[in-house]
């Protein structure tokens, strides 16, 4: 049972636009999200985290508002660039799992120039 | 500065075989984590260390080994690969391991049983 889900596999925006990945986790123990970035052929690379004590933080034009009510956090990204396309990871973590990170199963994003 | 480097990066075994995939990180990390991708299943944890010398099970840990004895290397061994470990394989590394630290990843091991 996934405990960090990403019902998207895959998502199209136009350069320029937003573009929004969504990500639901079911574990109410998790206190700290992430967002990692994949580029084929290589490893995952950190791109932006959020405490369960906020519902924003802003870097660039990343932003990652979590609701925790809902068991929800989304990743915006304003203005797409092509160079966003990638997969996108969103992982979390708690203290009760020895901090280690539990991944959903990703979004293909393709922006299209 | 290279981070984690994974090796190999390919590898084809036939059932049976045996493997050790090596990571190693020169950022002086305490915690270091061996990863499996599967299409549609993300990254599950296999095992993990807080440590020189010390080893942990994570999510996925049935047919690997892993060993510490260096604190900048960690392997993962397969003693009698299968058809189902075909997967990509990551290795990571963080400072502190409490998650909000990020974890930096090598590029991957692609491995096939057959």
């Known amino acids: 049972d996934q405990q960090v889900k990403q019902n998207s596999p895959s998502l199209s925006v136009q350069e320029g636009r937003i573009s929004i990945l969504n990500c639901d986790y079911t574990?109410?123990?998790?206190?700290?999200f992430l967002w990692y970035k994949k580029y084929p052929a290589e490893g995952p690379t950190f791109l932006i985290s959020?405490?369960?004590?906020?519902d924003k933080n802003e870097d660039g034009r990343f932003t990652v508002f979590l609701n925790k009510s809902a068991k929800h956090l989304s990743l915006h990204i304003v203005p797409s660039q092509p160079g966003d396309s990638a997969v996108y990871f969103c992982a979390a973590s708690g203290v009760l799992y020895a901090r280690q990170l539990t991944f959903g199963s990703g979004t293909q994003l393709t922006v299209l120039p | 500065n290279a981070g984690v480097t994974q090796t190999p990066k390919f590898r084809v075994l036939k059932t049976g075989q045996s493997m050790t995939l090596l990571c190693a990180q020169d950022?002086?990390?305490?915690?270091m984590y061996w990863y499996r991708q599967d299409p549609g299943m993300g990254l599950r944890l296999i095992h993990y260390s807080v440590g020189e010398g010390t080893t942990a099970k994570g999510e996925v840990p049935d047919g690997y080994n892993v060993s510490r004895l260096k604190k900048q290397n960690f392997l993962l061994g397969l003693e009698s690969a299968a058809p189902s470990q075909t997967s990509v394989y990551f290795c990571?590394?963080?400072?502190?391991?409490?998650?909000?630290?990020?974890?930096?990843f090598g590029s991957g091991t692609r491995l096939t049983v057959v």
């Open positions: 990571a590394s963080s400072y502190r391991g409490t998650g909000a630290d990020g974890y930096t």
């Open positions: 959020i405490s369960s004590i906020k």
């Open positions: 950022m002086n990390h305490e915690y």
């Open positions: 574990n109410s123990m998790f206190d700290y």
